[in-house]
Nanobody, 121 residues
């Protein structure tokens, strides 16, 4: 129902755009979010966007570098990642939920399989 794409191997300072296709859901009714799982860490919230797209939230670690957006006609969600650092290396997940943006992974019932982002120094 939720499928991520766009990951890859890049160098520090590069940009990458992740995509999330949510065609399996009535996605225009869902809040969408991006999370990441770095080796040895818990899954952490990266960014979220409301149904209208008018409200976004970001983790402090990515503010000013990452931008979440959505296209409700195409049922797509994007994560533009600029000025990447090795610390951004992780498996990135797209998630969907009803209601409001939440930073807690346990609050999101729908998940993709993830797309790997690796940033070399």
């Amino acid at each position: 129902q939720v499928v991520e794409s766009g990951g890859g191997l890049v160098q520090a300072g590069d940009s990458l755009r992740l995509s999330c296709a949510s065609s399996g859901l009535a996605s225009n009714a869902f809040v969408m979010g991006w999370f990441r799982h770095r080796p040895g860490d818990e899954r952490e919230f990266v960014a979220g966007i409301t149904v209208s797209g008018l409200t976004t939230e970001y983790a402090d670690s990515v503010k000013g570098r990452f931008t979440i957006s959505r296209d409700n006609v195409q049922r797509m969600v994007y994560l533009q990642m600029d000025n990447l650092t090795p610390g951004d290396t992780a498996l990135y997940y797209c998630a969907a939920r009803k209601g409001t943006i939440s930073a807690g992974p346990e609050d999101w019932p729908y998940w993709g399989q993830g797309t790997q982002v690796t940033v070399s120094s």
